[in-house]
């Protein structure tokens, strides 16, 4: 990996919304800068930016966008509110199961009748808003692992929370940053992610370019890994949380759990406040996106099973509350 | 798949060795005579036939296949044990480490002086003891199935232990073959088994030629599978299992376990006799192979990390004996 100057996953630059295109990692860091909402749409639905706070951001940038274009060419106000209507539910229709890509959306669409500069000023602040989030959240995670742990940490993480998924720190990579920047981390094993190998593209990339000693495992090499003692702490996000505390996250977050309880060691979930969905009483409440069989068998072309061969490819799993050590936010720690 | 008359993964034809060739599964069925010692070192390094079952009667009929061919061509009795044992020894140098295909070459090369149809015939019997073997046990395999629960079981399994393995049963898939004969099987959950996809290349395909209903998950998602209560039983191989019962199997096994043990279903471990290794204390005394980097990260000639990710890829681990319900063996039912 090239080392680059810091830069954000996406960013306004005054004009345009830039991102990392997510696409051609590990190998290639491309940046596109995107000038019309034409091109955001396009590099959601092909994935060049994802990740649900990452997202929520691009739908903010998206409508900040859309009124800096309308505003260059309308001044009248009715026309230029219904114009920027019109290109935010454009966006949040690219991805309509993302949830954080509407939220964006509609914060900054709430600014619509005060005119380009404070639709742009919104949209603006909900990006450092995010980034401040994780920073918040990354360092009192390091807080917490230096608390359960003597010493600079091994850490295991699966899938990518990182700044990939979110504008520059991350949620669990995000507290493997901080403990890093304070020279509290020994190294990281990450865990390859299949099906769609976040953990090998993404999560290396970023330990790479952080300068963090680091080891690819695959997914079920990771309970060895912690039977043999070679972590000191699982440290995952999540995708959402459920009242009593069970973790819903990645699928094969829930064996790293079994195994890191069987050994003794910590498992910390990183995720900002907005996961924790009080509406949701417990994990075995949560329906599990099943996604498509070509995740599982089509590898570049190549066929892996049998054609008859049926294919169950669940996205997430649910990790019992009493297995989390600890759940890490912006504004708390909470133990389940 | 193209449904076949049943054949064995490895056999002799009266003249020849003739083989499943593995390295063309799951796509096409290739059987390969292999006529010549040279013919068949070569396809034993190229894994066309591989598992420790299969290797140890490819080490004997190898010998069968010496003294067959130095018989046509030499009486003199000294100079054909000569080259028998010459040919014999190539054949075991072919994979060193596995501890089967030297055992069959030693096992009939202890026939060599009582010229080549006694050879082939100890061969031969060599053959039919295996086949007999991993039938018995997976008989006793299928009726603890049924002792433990009622009507038809649905199983998960890991890797490939199955025919392809063997001569035409298998250990954990024989088990699954009794328990389909005996029209007590509803479902297969097979794990594709990472890094080199047995699960997904072969033991899918064995399940589709057996016409037994299967789907196929990634490895990470069969703790999911178990919590989630879609499966009455876990059945696996294993490739040692140490005096107190902790069992040594292809990587991913114990967090099967683990989760397995968590639901409270069975957690069965089907293997010969000989796996039993009595002077191995325990699973912690068992040194974990690691094999390649180049297994985990490169995928048909992608590479799915940045170039300096360091990989960590061993090849086994280890389940300990609390967590294993039973071992069946062709001779009885160990509960650790």
């Known amino acids: 990996v090239t080392q680059h100057p810091h830069v954000r996953t996406i960013d306004w630059d005054g004009d345009a919304v830039v991102i990392i295109d997510q696409t051609a990692l590990p190998h290639r860091v491309e940046m596109l800068r995107l000038t019309t909402v034409d091109a955001l749409c396009d590099a959601i639905a092909r994935l060049a930016v994802r990740g649900a706070p990452a997202l929520g951001v691009a739908g903010a940038l998206g409508v900040a966008l859309a009124a800096r274009n309308t505003h260059a060419h309308n001044n009248n106000g009715a026309t230029f509110e219904a114009a920027v209507q019109r ?18 959306v509609t914060q900054t669409l709430a600014h619509r009748d005060k005119g380009a500069p404070a639709i742009i000023e919104a949209a603006q602040a909900l990006l450092e808003a995010e980034a401040e989030s994780t920073r918040a959240l990354s360092h009192r995670g390091a807080d917490l692992l230096d608390s359960l742990h003597t010493g600079q940490h091994r850490i295991l993480t699966h899938c990518n929370a990182g700044a990939l998924a979110c504008v520059d720190w ?22 390859e ?4 190998l976040q953990g090998a593209r993404l999560t290396a990339w970023e330990l790479a370019r952080m300068g963090a000693p680091h080891t690819l495992v695959i997914d079920s090499a990771a309970a060895l890994v912690i039977a043999r003692g070679m972590v000191d702490a699982v440290v995952v996000g999540a995708d959402r949380i459920a009242a009593n505390g069970d973790v819903v996250n990645k699928i094969g977050t829930y064996p790293h759990a079994l195994a890191a309880h069987r050994a003794g060691i910590p498992f910390i979930v990183a995720a900002p406040e907005s996961t924790i969905d009080a509406t949701t009483p417990t994990g075995n409440d949560v329906e599990i996106e099943e996604r498509g069989d070509g995740e599982v068998i089509h590898w570049r072309g190549w066929h892996t099973a049998p054609e008859e061969t049926a294919v169950f490819n669940p996205a997430f799993d649910v990790t019992p509350a009493e297995l989390v050590t600890a759940i890490v936010t912006e504004r708390r720690v909470i133990r389940p």
């Not at 290109?87 to 964006?104: E, Q």
């Not at 949620?171 to 020994?186: F, I, M, S």
């Not at 992610?193 to 769609?196: A, I, K, V, Y």
């Open 170 to 191: 991350g949620t669990a990579l995000g507290v493997v940053r901080a403990a890093h920047e304070r020279n509290h981390l020994a190294h990281v094993i990450c865990t």
């Open 87 to 104: 290109d935010a539910a454009r966006i949040a229709a690219v991805r309509p199961t993302a949830v954080n890509l509407a939220w964006g």
């Open 193 to 196: 992610t299949r099906p769609l």
